[in-house]
């Protein structure tokens, strides 16, 4: 398993009946967590004295209760800051199990430059959300595309690069179909260096196209490989959907990769440690392709 231990504002401390116990920099927060589906005594305080406790419904959804936790706070993670703020359906604005491939791709595209200062690297991010992954790139060295069908997300993901220091990064924003602009970028010859791509479970696109991880990913994998340079540097699946396994991450990108570019592919679920126990919580899965 990938493990994000590297944070200092974040940590799971614990985790039991169905919901994690989180500090997220000052503030601790309640949330439920589906992989949690077993019941151990939970002794640390902040289970009781929390700042915030997502509810979840039985009829779907659910609602945040808080308790002196201001609308929005900040947290680091190395050189990059991240504006938090409890929204729609248990979250806050970022996904901290991530950190373990930022690192991975940031590591990349580091070397690549230090081997070659004047190689300009470009980096696609697709279904980009608030730009955890884009702003990890830009900061090891890439221009960036970031592209996500949602305003707010992009928008909130500016905020995220102002609050560190990339405002001014060659980042391109767009407010865009994921699948679409992939199709324009084929047609108009684009290629990039290294992609990333976090695609919901389920969704719909701007036509109202239904897009269900299990029937389109292999296909937009396919679609979107025809973007990678003759001399790519890596390429990152990430899922959450029940039941996708590592293996069947790594089954689609080596047959859709490997036969055209070589390289290796890598997959594993990712995780984060729980401070109460010293194990890991399972956070979903990646897929990784690299030369």
């Given at each position: ?117 004047d ?10 959300y ?19 069908a ?11 690069a102002?609050?560190?220091g ?16 992939v ?17 919901p ?15 389109n ?13 003759e ?23 080596h ?10 592919v ?26």
């Open positions: 398993m990938w493990i994000a231990d590297n944070w200092k504002d974040y940590e799971v401390i614990d985790c039991s009946k169905g919901e994690k116990l989180e500090r997220w920099g000052d503030f601790y927060l309640v949330r439920p967590d589906p992989q949690v589906i077993w019941d151990v005594p939970g002794t640390n305080e902040h289970w009781k004295k929390k700042n915030g406790h997502y509810h979840r419904s039985s009829k779907g959804g659910g609602e945040w209760e808080f308790f002196n936790l201001p609308e929005e706070w900040s947290i680091r993670y190395r050189k990059l800051t991240f504006r938090l703020k409890p929204f729609s359906f248990k979250h806050t604005g970022l996904f901290p199990e991530q950190a373990v491939n930022w690192d991975w791709f940031s590591s990349i595209i580091k070397e690549a430059k230090s081997k070659n200062p190689r300009p690297l470009k980096v696609l991010n697709l279904f980009a608030t730009g955890g992954a884009t702003l990890a790139a830009a900061s090891a060295g890439a221009a960036v595309t970031h592209v996500d949602s305003k707010g997300m992009v928008s909130w993901a500016k905020e995220n102002a609050a560190s990339l405002a001014d990064a060659p980042i391109r924003w767009l407010v865009d179909d994921c699948v679409k602009f199709e324009r970028e084929i047609r108009r010859g684009n290629t990039y260096d290294g992609i990333i791509m976090d695609p479970s389920y969704g719909r696109g701007p036509k109202g196209e239904i897009w269900k991880l299990e029937d990913i292999f296909p937009f994998i396919e679609l979107a490989s025809q973007l990678l340079s001399n790519a540097l890596f390429f990152l699946v990430n899922s959450y959907t029940t039941g996708l396994q590592p293996a069947v991450l790594t089954y689609m990108i047959t859709a990769l490997t036969p055209r570019f070589g390289g290796r890598e997959s594993s679920e990712i995780g984060l440690p729980v401070s109460a126990t010293g194990l890991v919580l399972p956070c979903g899965a990646s897929g990784r392709w690299f030369t």
